[in-house]
């Protein structure tokens, strides 16, 4: 998996100070931005969380660049709708050799290494028949509709590819690229870095968070499980590995 913070709002941590100290002070941005120190700006963006007043949180976002995930994985990440996404296309994209991720439970056990690594080639060939069978069928229409032979071609492809792909399985490799503001990632890094989010999109979560902590450690130093910042809401669902998870996420 690879993860990459591409870019974020510059000065995150003073743009939330900023905007929210003006909700309660009498002057404007300029004498407000006067005023700042670091330490303020700690203790501020600290008790506005506190107090849950988050709408300022949005003024500042994040982007990310994720590549090697599966499918399954990008399938929970688009379920946070207040985010905004550009994810690699199979429609347009023709897969010669589609690359798969193994889960690591399949992938210790030769036995059902090979079970899952035969299904992958079974796909494939399945996808590249579909494309052939597809593909003359509608290049013989596009060229008995008077489309010219590198049209018809092009159009015949794109055509077969997007239905063909219908084959490919949820552990399909895909890239996006995606922006979260604060007050979502909040959401996203509460509900993915908890033990009971899959495997996958809990290590994308996690490593997002390791890099966040790198530009804004004001802003995410309580960031991760819930339970890094209090008792564990998941009741008969908890881990119960309160004590390592705090401590995984405070050495982040
Ligand atoms: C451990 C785990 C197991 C899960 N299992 C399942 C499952 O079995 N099946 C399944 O379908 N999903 C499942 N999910 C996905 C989950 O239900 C959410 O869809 C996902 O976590 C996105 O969260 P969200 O809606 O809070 O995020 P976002 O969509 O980013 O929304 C953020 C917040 O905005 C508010 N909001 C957004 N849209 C609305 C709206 N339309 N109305 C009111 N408020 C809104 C809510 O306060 C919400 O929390 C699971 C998630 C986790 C972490």
Same mark, same amino acid.
């Given at each position: 998996?690879?993860?990459?913070?591409?870019?974020?709002?510059?000065?995150?941590?003073?743009?939330?100070?900023?905007?929210?100290?003006?909700?309660?002070?009498?002057?404007?941005?300029?004498?407000?931005?006067?005023?700042?120190?670091?330490?303020?700006?700690?203790?501020?963006?600290?008790?506005?969380?506190?107090?849950?007043?988050?709408?300022?949180?949005?003024?500042? =976002?994040?982007?990310?660049?994720?590549? &090697?995930?599966?499918? +399954?994985?990008?399938?929970?990440?688009?379920?946070?709708?207040? +985010?905004?996404? =550009?994810?690699? =296309?199979?429609? @347009?994209?023709?897969?010669?050799?589609?690359?798969?991720?193994?889960?690591?439970?399949?992938?210790?056990?030769?036995?059902?290494?090979?079970?899952?690594?035969?299904? !992958?080639?079974?796909?494939?060939?399945?996808?590249?028949?579909?494309?052939?069978?597809?593909?003359?069928?509608?290049?013989?229409?596009?060229?008995?509709?008077?489309?010219?032979?590198?049209?018809?071609?092009?159009?015949?492809?794109?055509? +077969?590819?997007?239905?063909?792909?219908?084959?490919?399985?949820? +552990?399909?490799?895909?890239?996006?690229?995606?922006?979260?503001?604060?007050?979502?990632? @909040?959401?996203?890094?509460?509900?993915?870095?908890?033990?009971?989010?899959?495997? &996958?999109?809990?290590?994308?979560?996690?490593? !997002?968070?390791?890099?966040?902590?790198?530009?804004?450690?004001?802003?995410?130093?309580?960031?991760?499980?819930?339970?890094?910042?209090?008792?564990?809401?998941?009741?008969?669902?908890?881990?119960?590995?309160?004590?390592?998870?705090?401590?995984?996420?405070?050495?982040?």
């Amino acid at each position: 998996m690879k993860v990459k913070l591409l870019s974020y709002t510059p000065e995150p941590e003073k743009v939330i100070s900023m905007a929210a100290k003006l909700c309660y002070s009498a002057v404007g941005v300029d004498d407000i931005e006067k005023n700042l120190t670091d330490e303020s700006i700690d203790k501020f963006l600290n008790m506005l969380i506190n107090i849950g007043h988050e709408s300022p949180l949005e003024h500042v =976002s994040f982007t990310f660049a994720v590549e &090697e995930i599966s499918r +399954a994985c990008s399938h929970q990440i688009v379920r946070h709708r207040i +985010a905004s996404y =550009s994810q690699q =296309s199979q429609r @347009y994209v023709k897969l010669n050799q589609f690359e798969y991720i193994i889960p690591q439970e399949i992938n210790e056990i030769e036995e059902a290494r090979e079970v899952f690594i035969d299904a !992958m080639k079974k796909d494939q060939e399945t996808y590249d028949k579909l494309v052939d069978i597809l593909f003359e069928k509608h290049y013989n229409n596009l060229i008995k509709s008077g489309k010219n032979e590198k049209e018809a071609k092009r159009d015949a492809e794109k055509k +077969a590819i997007e239905d063909a792909r219908y084959v490919f399985p949820n +552990a399909c490799e895909t890239k996006m690229v995606f922006t979260m503001n604060t007050r979502s990632l @909040y959401n996203f890094l509460d509900h993915r870095c908890c033990e009971r989010a899959q495997w &996958e999109i809990r290590e994308l979560a996690t490593e !997002m968070l390791r890099q966040l902590k790198q530009v804004a450690p004001i802003l995410f130093k309580n960031s991760g499980p819930n339970c890094v910042k209090g008792p564990c809401p998941e009741g008969k669902m908890t881990c119960g590995e309160i004590v390592s998870i705090r401590e995984k996420f405070k050495n982040l």
